[in-house]
């Protein structure tokens, strides 16, 4: 089985950037649709964001949405999540998250996953 290790998180300023990194190890990185989920304290997880096996399609929750881009490397076997614009309510935990045939549209739905990560801990200061 697979083992996704996330990196980059950390403490940033409302309005910064951070870019978030999955390596994958253990399995074909390219067979997978990668995605990221995230859990603030006290909170239900929430999906935010999928790419497909090539990297050819993508998918956002809305709210972030035109601030955050998922993309991959397969060459690295790793997917990333840039995310601009931070605001204070984007502080979580972030997990990425590995399905064989799940597609990006459908990666909300985090029932069945093939593989978690440990998560990477963002803290926007207001």
């Known amino acids: 089985q697979a083992q996704l290790v996330e990196s980059g998180g950390g403490l940033v300023q409302a309005g910064g950037s951070l870019r978030l990194s999955c390596v994958v190890s253990?399995?074909?990185?390219?067979?997978?649709?990668m995605g990221w989920f995230r859990q603030a304290p006290g909170k239900e997880r929430e999906y935010v964001a999928a790419?497909?096996?090539?990297?050819?399609?993508?998918h956002y929750a809305d709210s972030v949405k035109g601030r955050f881009t998922i993309s991959r490397d397969n060459a690295k076997n790793t997917v990333y999540l840039q995310m601009n614009s931070l605001k204070s309510e984007d502080t979580a935990v972030y997990y990425c998250?590995?399905?064989?045939?799940?597609?990006?549209?459908?990666?909300?739905?985090?029932?069945?996953?093939?593989?978690w990560g440990k998560g990477t801990l963002v803290t926007v200061s207001p």
């Open positions: 253990g399995g074909t990185f390219r067979n997978y649709v």
């Open positions: 998250a590995a399905h064989r045939t799940k597609r990006p549209e459908y990666f909300s739905d985090a029932d069945g996953m093939d593989c």
């Open positions: 790419i497909s096996w090539g990297g050819g399609t993508t």
